[in-house]
């Protein structure tokens, strides 16, 4: 989710759900040991629950960065073994870490020893054209003996030659049956899945045989989706937010970020799947879209937006039979 799940998009997202874990994009060590930690790291005190997730191999630098992660105010570091792309393969770290599980166990040691607060890691079911369950397993044992107890399963092998992160995420089969044995196996553990689940029945069928349901690019393109989560898998009967309410929240949240130099339109583009699936909504998308309203503030482009959509609602409705 990198360039996706920033600050900015942590905020739209908490506005939908309360309780989902919200995770960072992940942050290179090297970013936090030798760049502008605030830039990486600032976060609103409103998007908690929340995890920074780091990329990297060396375990000094990896107890340095959840060491900056535990005082920036993170409720959890998550280290990134799923990463598939050639430039991460060359920082030698991601996916190809889980051809080195004793590496990824040592990094584990060395943030468990820095921090108080729970070190997780996310990886894949295999890498390659290796498709044996041993293999995760073994992967999964290994890291575990350092200490950590949370583990996050995309469950599709990463191919680190000849597919792009892109082609990584549709073309190598998904297994979730190599999920739920590692679950069966190391009941002790707390293992969640990940890869290729829309909607809040085929999360509930998962959450059958695992402890918990990681969301991505869905929860992202079809955002509402996620607002009866709080309701169905958390156990909050308050009354669920609409969607009117949130672009309003979502407007004073840039128009507080200009005050500070931050464009709205770098904002908004991560709320564009908000009405999805509604009469009006490519209207809408059209009008938060104009890079001609740059120079508008976000107060009258909502109003611009939300004429698009309801005048092409009512023409819908008007011209239906």
Known sequence: MMDWTDRHCRHFHRLITRHARLYTEMVTTGALVHGDVPRHLDFDAAE???????????PADLACSARLGERWGYDEINLNCGCPSERVQRGAFGACLMNEPRTVAD????????????????????????????????????????????????????????LSPKENREIPPLRYDLVHRLKAEFPALTICINGGLVGDDAIAAQLQHVDGVMIGRDAYHHPWRMVDWDRRFFGDERPAPQREAVEEAMVRYMAGQAAVGVPWSHISRHMLGLWNGTPGAKRWRQVWSDHRLKGESPAAVMRL???????HRADTLEAAP
């Open 107 to 162: 990094g584990v040691k060395a943030m468990r020893d820095a921090v108080s607060i729970p070190v997780t890691v996310k990886h894949r079911i295999g890498v390659d054209r290796t498709e044996s369950y041993e293999f995760v397993r073994d992967f999964v044992g290994t890291v575990a003996e350092a200490g950590c107890s949370v583990f996050i399963v995309h469950a599709r092998n990463a191919w680190l030659q000849g």
């Open 305 to 311: 937006a939300t004429e698009a959509r309801v005048v």
């Open 48 to 58: 908690h629950p929340v995890a920074l997730q780091l990329g990297g191999s060396e």
